[in-house]
């Protein structure tokens, strides 16, 4: 029997491969998802602070002009899918003489850039800035609108499961190795058999270029590792980040940064990696973080954890979002790092576009699908309004994200199937404790829900065994 | 550290929720019932005892506690906007009068200087002795960072089951069961997937999983007085039952509302203030030795001692020879 063939597969479950997996499920065609990790954005978008950027530099490319046109369709998505997102300004202060002395020079060059844009900027006198972030030490700023922090777990999962409930077949643990072009079949050769597709969409992340390199591409990825700080307070209400000047720095961008559920990040640090599997913390890049932002704001909570994201850089610095020199049927996307997040609404509708002049008919799926009722969380449930909050509700396995037991069935009856599956999806042990009083409840809540063997319970990897029997 | 303002006066008639069913809140509970209060204990977990169900000098008085007293298990408190509230199965209950005796914090691995890999296999002691308890190992080989009662007593659970313990500690200590007991700061983890390898100042080690064992005080509920772990460093059951006992005599002081004496010092002491009830201040000094109360000198011997205060000179300041 001839295998399936799917109009359309894409590689990898990352935020740009849901996105365009999400818009393409609006249309009538088969489509497949193949994600090499256990569940959707466990790879380089699992490292993602979560914010919604405005221009990038270099200002004139593709991945900046990408941001400007996926941060505006932000609000959309967030509401159609009903994720937890923030709008908020960003502040570039000047904490020195000198940096006050540059600041009318950096406004006046900045506002060309981004007024253009149709961002706002404008000057934050210090007694101003002193109203608008209490906690934040400077003597003036630059503000500019339009920023945004969003639940990019929250994000990963719910286009996951929008895809998934319009049909898009999902593929975990199956890692594409090699792409070969047939007549008019593209087959990839997976760790699980080959999977035949007319038209391929190569979203591999960290793999994009190996992969491109299969079918002519000529883009190399060099990784970059961020190091980001987690408190367990808020401390600003806007992202804060010291004035650019010209001094190079190991830290690219960045700030202090207000989580959607009360937390604060600081980072990233930006440092080369020899290894693409690296997402090892090193001393020297808490340093850096710390050093950047010590002085920018008074610290409120305490530092609870430090992690490490990992960027596919390319040497251009841009996004590479082409056809393969060998067919239009074959689309790379290599380089998708930040603003990736940001750009990837705008990503998928590109990538749509390139698939419809490459000859891929787009009819729009007659049958409208049921609408995804989102259930909300215990923790927004809470906030909102306790009444009513019973049963496996009220049940807290973590006392400061407010997780409940109901919160991990949701989560594991929608495809989490590892212990960093649920954290994303509910944010347990992400708060003040980090973990001591829910980690081991919520193992042994798996082991009764899920009715695996202890030996089978992972943290995300296939190696990344958690417990055995005493 | 307690701060008595939340309880200005308890009336016999209100109720007081304990947060916590360990040796501090049971023991608190005990105080309390005797003295005629209403109290309600809630209990995150589905079983009372804290981190003192391995302790064999505790578990008697732990079972006999919870024979007489009645704890609501799978019941968590927390903040909703400014007020405290207990959850559970049943609904949402807010809390007017409270104690928090909500145990030790568990360092975590930045904080400790920890850098490296984030794998599988690192636990913070509660969550490995959550996993124990349910029958489950957190290991094969183990390291346990930080030597201390608790610590000690779950290495030796462990290794009855034939796990291969590592304890690391920062200073030399002895242990009775013949545990590897390793001097030195752990620096780095390495492994991919699982824990493989425990870069230490001084040394590396094969280990599968690195349990934290190294505990802060700390009261999650800074608006109401804490208790215990909450609010102490000390390792001996006994200490908790004598602030169970302090705290007890404090809350039911019917003029603590006008007349207190701020407790102030270097040294740890018990509790935060002082009624006209309460002449008596636990002042914890690990190892023993010399502690000063105002102007008068007081000799400690074991890790703590309960000292009859000299008055009411405001503020009292404890402070080390």
């Known amino acids: 029997m001839e295998p399936r063939r799917y109009d359309v597969a894409i590689i990898g479950a990352g935020v ?68 937890s997102m923030l709008r908020l300004p960003a502040l570039l202060v000047a904490r020195s003489g000198i940096e006050l002395a540059i600041l009318p020079l950096v406004y006046v060059v900045l506002k060309i850039i981004y007024q253009i844009r149709g961002f706002d900027i404008s000057i934050v006198s210090g007694r101003r800035l002193r109203l608008l972030e209490p906690n934040v030490e400077g003597y003036a700023a630059i503000m500019i609108q339009g920023y945004g922090v969003i639940d990019s777990f929250e994000l990963i999962d719910r286009l996951y499961r929008s895809s998934r409930a319009r049909g898009v077949e999902f593929m975990f643990k199956t890692e594409a190795r090699d792409l070969k072009i047939e007549d008019d079949t593209i087959v990839i050769e997976t760790t699980r058999g080959s999977i035949r597709a007319r038209y391929v969409i190569n979203a591999a992340g960290l793999g994009s270029d190996t992969l491109a390199s299969r079918v002519g591409g000529s883009e190399r990825i060099e990784p970059h590792l961020g190091v980001m700080l987690v408190f367990d307070k808020p401390q600003t209400r806007s992202i804060v980040a010291p004035i650019p000047t010209l001094k190079p720095a190991r830290t690219k961008g960045g700030g202090i940064i207000p989580m959607p559920w009360g937390s604060t990040i600081w980072g990233p640090s930006f440092a080369p990696t020899g290894s693409r599997e690296d997402r090892g913390v090193r001393a020297e890049h808490v340093i850096d973080v710390i050093r950047k932002f010590k002085d920018l704001v008074r610290i409120k909570g305490r530092l609870v954890k430090a992690y490490a994201g990992v960027r596919p850089s390319t040497p251009k610095g841009d996004f590479s979002i082409s056809y393969s020199p060998q067919t239009r049927r074959i689309i790379n996307l290599v380089g998708i790092e930040s603003p990736g997040l940001t750009a990837a609404p705008a990503i998928a509708l590109m990538v ?67 212990l960093d599956g649920i954290i994303f999806r509910t944010k347990l042990g992400m708060g003040s404790c980090q973990g001591q009083h829910c980690i081991g409840r919520a193992i042994i809540a798996m082991l009764r829900l899920t009715r695996k063997k202890p030996e089978d319970l992972v943290k995300s990897g296939e190696a990344s065994w958690l417990v055995e029997r005493l | 550290m307690a701060r008595g303002e939340a309880l200005e006066k308890t009336e016999k008639g209100s109720t007081i929720h304990i947060i916590g069913a360990g040796l501090a809140g049971l023991s608190l509970a005990r105080e309390l019932l005797d003295r005629g209060y209403s109290v309600r ?27 007489e007293i009645s704890v609501s298990l799978q019941s968590t408190a927390t903040r909703l906007g400014e007020r405290v509230a207990i959850i559970s199965s049943t609904g949402v209950e807010g ?19 920890i850098v490296g890999d984030r794998p599988a296999g690192v636990y913070p002691f509660h969550a490995a002795l959550d996993l124990l308890i349910a029958g489950l190992s957190p290991g094969r080989v183990i390291a346990i960072y930080g030597a201390n009662r608790y610590s000690l007593l779950l290495a030796e659970k462990l290794a009855q089951h034939g796990r291969k313990i590592y304890v690391i500690s920062s200073n030399p200590v002895r242990s009775k069961k013949d545990l590897e007991i390793l001097v030195g700061r752990v620096r780095e983890l390495k492994g991919s997937q699982r824990l493989s390898e425990i870069r230490l100042d001084n040394n590396t080690i094969k280990a599968d999983t690195l349990v934290i064992a190294i505990f802060k005080p700390w009261n999650p509920f800074p608006e109401l007085p804490s208790v215990g772990h909450a ?27 006008r007349r207190r004496v701020k407790v102030q010092g270097a040294i740890q002491a018990f509790p935060e203030t002082l009624t006209p009830c309460l002449r008596e201040l636990l002042v914890v000094k690990p190892g023993g030795g010399e502690v000063w109360i105002g102007d008068r000198s007081y000799s400690i011997e074991g890790d703590y001692a309960v000292i009859r205060t000299p008055g009411d000179s405001e503020p009292l300041v404890v402070r080390g020879s």
């Open chain 1, 352 to 418: 749509i576009g390139m698939l419809k002049t490459a000859g891929l008919e787009l009819t729009v799926a007659g049958k409208t699908p049921q609408k995804i009722v989102w259930r909300i969380s215990t923790r927004a449930r809470l906030a909102i309004n306790p009444s009513g909050i019973e049963g496996h509700e009220g049940v807290i396995i973590c006392p400061c994200m407010k997780v409940s037991l109901a919160d991990i069935i949701d989560a594991i009856e929608n495809g989490a199937s590892t």
């Open chain 1, 16 to 83: 740009a491969g849901l996105f365009i997996a999400h818009e393409l499920s609006k249309f009538n065609l088969s489509i497949a998802v193949i994600e090499k990790e256990a569940e959707p954005g466990f790879g380089v978008s699992k490292g993602h602070a979560g914010v919604l950027h405005v221009v990038q530099p270099p200002f004139n490319s593709l991945k900046s002009m990408l941001a400007v046109k996926g941060n505006r369709l932000y609000d959309r998505v967030a509401r159609e899918l009903g994720v």
């Open chain 2, 41 to 67: 204990v809630a209990e995150t977990r589905d079983r009372i005892g804290g981190i003192s169900i391995l302790d064999p000098e505790a578990s008697g008085l732990i079972e006999k506690l919870g024979s």
């Open chain 2, 231 to 257: 609010s102490l460093e000390i390792y001996d059951p006994k200490a908790l039952l004598e602030a169970s006992r302090l705290l007890a005599i404090n809350l039911g002081c019917e003029e603590q509302a």
């Open chain 2, 95 to 113: 809390v007017a009068k409270g104690v928090s005796a909500t145990g030790f914090r568990v360092a975590s691995p930045i904080e400790l200087g």
